[in-house]
């Protein structure tokens, strides 16, 4: 019982490169999100997608670019990685009530 | 102004001691609330979902004021495994689809 998988858990990145982080659920939730978790600001969402082929822009969007795939899959791009994108990820996923997340990943840009 | 705001804590408490942690949000069109559990550098788990009427889980009291726009989680009997950050958190999207809302957290500590 996998739930939601994240990919992967930990990356250290240099300023400028670029790299997809992968979310993958397999409790056929129709919408799924991404957040970025820094100290005390809490979780803020970056995308989510009510279902398959939509996406929309959440609360800190810039540098970022998502796909979803298909209902299972939702991917988090950083084109061009800076150091204000230093943080952990969580991708999650609901289907009405409960959102179930990932276990995250912590990424450094250097 | 934040959507969902929080004091961040950190509470320290000693086993037994009974704790309130209060939010409130900005949105009047919120459908739904909750209130999910965070441990050190691990992933939010819900804890409860919390209702007009006020519900009650174990040692766990969540209630919710619509008028006041505010949402309360009460901690009776703190254990020591009940140290986490506890996550106030806000539906803000229309039924049948959520976009959740998270609030900065609220630090518990529970001591010996």
């Known amino acids: 019982n996998a739930g939601v998988t994240q990919t992967p858990k930990f990356q250290v990145l240099k300023t400028g490169q670029s790299m997809t982080l992968q979310c993958a659920q397999d409790m056929n939730h129709n919408s799924m999100y991404w957040y970025r978790q820094d100290p005390g600001m809490g979780l803020r969402l970056i995308y989510y997608?009510?279902?398959?082929?939509?996406?929309d822009k959440g609360e800190v969007p810039n540098g970022y670019n998502v796909s979803r795939l298909n209902k299972r899959e939702f991917s988090l791009r950083l084109e061009s990685a800076a150091p204000s994108q230093t943080s952990v990820y969580f991708c999650?996923?609901?289907?009405?009530?409960?959102?179930?997340f990932g276990q995250g990943t912590r990424l450094t840009v250097v | 102004r934040k959507e969902v705001e929080q004091d961040p804590g950190p509470f320290n408490v000693p086993e037994g001691a009974t704790v309130a942690f209060n939010c409130t949000y900005s949105?009047?069109?919120?459908?739904?609330f909750f209130w999910y559990r965070q441990d050190c550098r691990k992933e939010p788990k819900l804890l409860m979902s919390v209702y007009s009427s006020g519900n009650e889980d174990g040692r766990f009291t969540a209630q919710l004021n619509r008028a006041s726009q505010y949402i309360s989680l009460l901690i009776r009997d703190s254990k020591l495994s009940d140290s986490a950050t506890y996550l106030c958190?806000?539906?803000?999207?229309?039924?049948?689809?959520?976009?959740?809302?998270f609030g900065t957290g609220t630090r518990l500590l529970v001591s010996p």
């Open positions: 999650a996923s609901s289907r009405l009530t409960e959102a179930f």
């Open positions: 997608s009510a279902s398959e082929g939509t996406t």
């Open positions: 949105n009047s069109a919120s459908q739904s």
């Open positions: 958190v806000v539906n803000s999207a229309s039924p049948g689809f959520q976009k959740l809302v």
